[in-house]
Nanobody, 124 residues
Framework: QVQLAESGGGLVQAGGSLGLSCAAS????????MGWFRQAPGKEREFVAV????????SYADSVKGRFTISRNNAKNTVYLQMNSLKPEDTARYYC?????????????????WGQGTQVTVSS
């Protein structure tokens, strides 16, 4: 079992920055793929970013590419999402995810574990 706890959400003005963290506990962390999804009210949960265990592979949704950066620190069992140039349309609840074993990267069904989420609200 893997437990995930997100932090760092909040309210920010458009154009501002916010950093999210996700601390993992439980079984071995370093071999997992980790990522972030988000869900806005009335919308489906969508992929945001993913990083492999070494950090050598990252991928982003087109809507956040160039503005968001995902990173991880395996020694601290933590994955991060740095969000810059935030827009009102980035407002959503952000979920940290872990994939154990082989699989894809971009679907909700690719991930075994989910955090409870942290709210990000961007005001215009």
């Amino acid at each position: 079992q893997v437990q995930l706890a997100e932090s760092g959400g909040g309210l920010v003005q458009a154009g501002g920055s916010l950093g999210l963290s996700c601390a993992a506990s439980g079984r071995t962390f370093s071999s997992y793929v980790m990522g972030w999804f988000r869900q806005a009210p009335g919308k489906e949960r969508e992929f945001v970013a993913v990083i492999n265990w070494s950090g050598g592979f990252t991928s982003y949704a087109d809507s956040v590419k160039g503005r968001f950066t995902i990173s991880r620190n395996n020694a601290k069992n933590t994955v991060y999402l740095q969000m810059n140039s935030l827009k009102p349309e980035d407002t959503a609840r952000y979920y940290c995810v872990v994939r154990q074993g082989p699989g894809g990267y971009y679907r909700t069904s690719d991930y075994n574990y989910w955090g409870q989420g942290t709210q990000v609200t961007v005001s215009s």
